[in-house]
């Protein structure tokens, strides 16, 4: 008789927490006004993996009474990730905020953020149109295998680090978490997705006329 094992091997942990709109809407209201404060104050923002669009300076949470109280909701989190998946929590501290507007045809190219611990990123709105945001909470889980951008755009998509190494077994009879290599979701107002900064992640070009808002930070053991 033959005893088979699976092991899966090298898993990736990655971590949504979708706060709903009870515990998020105030601040997502007052995050969507900072950051436009901030944009007419830096309206060239800073040059990073955006393709077009605006990106903040990263340094929101230390200017902005609500940048803050989100930082203090991602510790919480970074916490929770670290005692769920094993990781040593104490002396990890999240230190730097920062926010992407894109508009029609922006996008965000393929990076990572190996040089800390943990990045994530934060929805406060689905989008905004003619100046009013729109807002989708949801309780479900909205990551999908695939990098599918259908007619929106906008999606944000992780890839497999060892895409480039895997080649030879590309043939997949059906889609498992053992032989996909990317996830998207698009943007759910209160959903935080905290990853391993080492992830490449991309976000799609953006296709329609509205204002696409996220909000990133990175984490990393001491305060660098």
């Avoid at 002396?91 to 992407?100: D, R």
């Avoid at 905004?128 to 295998?145: A, R, T, V």
């Avoid at 998509?157 to 998207?184: I, M």
């Amino acid at each position: 008789m033959v005893t088979k094992t699976s092991l899966p091997l090298f898993p990736i942990p990655v971590c949504l927490y979708n706060y709903g709109e009870d515990e998020s809407h105030g601040l997502n209201i007052d995050l969507v006004t900072d950051t436009i404060s901030e944009m007419y104050k830096d309206q060239e923002g800073t040059q990073r993996s955006n393709f077009g669009g605006w990106h903040s300076k990263g340094d929101l949470e230390v200017r902005y009474s609500s940048f803050n109280v989100l930082k203090n909701k991602i510790q919480e989190s970074v916490n929770d990730y670290c005692d769920r998946y094993g990781f040593q929590k104490d002396g990890l501290v999240v230190s730097k905020l920062w926010a992407n507007m894109n508009y029609t045809g922006d996008m965000n190219v393929g990076h990572h953020h190996a040089t800390t611990a943990l990045t994530g990123v934060y929805y406060p709105i689905k989008h905004i149109i003619d100046k009013s945001c729109e807002f989708n909470y949801s309780e479900g889980n909205p990551l999908q295998p695939g990098i599918w951008d259908g007619e929106r755009g906008g999606s944000i998509y992780f890839q497999d680090p060892s895409y480039g190494l895997k080649s030879r077994l590309r043939k997949v009879k059906e889609p498992t978490a053992y032989n996909l290599d990317a996830y998207y979701t698009y943007p759910v107002a209160g959903l935080l997705i905290v990853f391993p900064s080492y992830l490449i992640h991309t976000v799609t070009p953006f296709k329609e006329n509205l204002q696409r808002l996220s909000i990133s930070f990175t984490a990393n053991y001491g305060t660098s």
